[in-house]
């Protein structure tokens, strides 16, 4: 749809699309990326049937008013589903044998996508190096808990010990600095050969 033809739709219809696809966005952050044109089209349309009927229900108090229930109600029940409207379908498809897919088309996507808490981690690197995060609940003030798991694979961490590809250790000191922040490491996808990871 071009532009020009949106903005010719009614204002019920341009915020129930717009609310619509900002629902899919969501309620399904971090699962986009296996996601087909339709997969985005009629997802974002389910959300946009919601916005749709709270903006006719609250149209009599104004375009304004209408407008934000729109938004509100789509964002509302997106956020309703990812939390635990999506786990309680799929429980049920899994329940009654129809499948057992989650949506994440990978075990780094599970590992990214997981509501589990991450204790420790070490990354072993094609270089031989070895990269330990001993003990995240330290980290709890840093950027991302001391830990991010970027979708493509790549790692950022903070570091607080180093194994070297001859054997020695390194403890890092001085991770935390009150006026810098934390100090952490980007581990590109490409230099990661393997991650161990404790949860809970």
């Not at 209408?66 to 309703?80: D, M, P, R």
């Not at 409207?85 to 949506?103: A, E, I």
Request: net charge negative; with cysteine; charged share 20%.
């Amino acid at each position: 749809m071009l532009a020009t033809e949106f903005f010719d739709l009614s204002l019920s219809l341009q915020a129930a699309l717009a609310a619509g696809y900002l629902g899919y966005v969501t309620a399904y952050a971090g699962f986009r990326r296996d996601h087909a044109a339709t997969d985005v089209v009629f997802i974002s349309l389910a959300f946009a049937s919601l916005a749709m009927l709270a903006f006719v229900l609250l149209e009599r108090f104004g375009p304004v008013a209408s407008f934000i229930a729109a938004f509100v109600t789509s964002l509302l029940s997106a956020g309703l589903w990812r939390k635990w409207g999506r786990k309680g379908w799929l429980w049920c498809v899994g329940s009654v044998g129809v499948h057992r897919d989650d949506g994440a088309h990978g075990a780094w996507s599970g590992i990214v996508q997981t509501d589990r808490r991450v204790g420790q981690v070490s990354v072993h690197t094609v270089g031989g190096r070895v990269l330990y995060m001993n003990d995240r609940s330290k980290y709890h003030d840093a950027p991302w808990g001391g830990l991010y798991l970027g979708g493509d694979g790549s790692v950022v961490m903070v570091v607080e010990e180093e194994e070297l590809s001859d054997g020695r250790e390194e403890e890092r000191t001085g991770i935390n600095d009150e006026l810098m922040g934390a100090r952490m490491t980007y581990i590109p996808a490409s230099h990661v050969a393997r991650v161990n990871i404790r949860m809970k």
